[in-house]
């Protein structure tokens, strides 16, 4: 029994690594240009949210250190905004892209190791087309 299954995971390792040029199933931060370090907050009440836009985010190769939810003192969002911390207006271009809404804003913050903050408001919603994964 310990050799069938020690026969098997070497079979299905040499069978992965043999894929040559095939592309990845998820791209990796950073392969369609700089990588993009974002925290994703959920500011509409909506359970469930912040995960959603995680997903959606490291699917167009953005890298997502945290999500959970903004804190109340603000309230509820009625619109999403993208708060870049580091760098340029042009990074949260590039997260709007992503998500298919959001107002950029620029406010500079060298005390947060990220380069945006998403604050998902009510107007968030996926694309009825989007396949979600279920990975991390």
Known sequence: MRL????????????GSCGGDAAPAHPVPGDRGPAI????????????DARIGTRLLR????????????????GALDSTL?????????????????????????QLDSSRLLDASVLLGADFAPPPATRLDFHP
């Open 4 to 15: 069938r299954r020690a026969a098997f995971l070497l079979a299905a390792i040499g069978a």
């Open 59 to 74: 699917q167009a190769g953005i890298d997502v250190v945290y999500f959970g939810n903004a804190p109340g003192e603000n």
């Open 37 to 48: 370090v974002v925290e994703v907050l959920n500011a509409n009440g909506r359970a469930g």
């Open 82 to 106: 993208i708060i870049v911390r580091r760098g340029t207006a042009r990074i949260g271009e590039r997260v709007r892209a992503a998500l298919g809404r959001g107002r950029v804003e620029v």
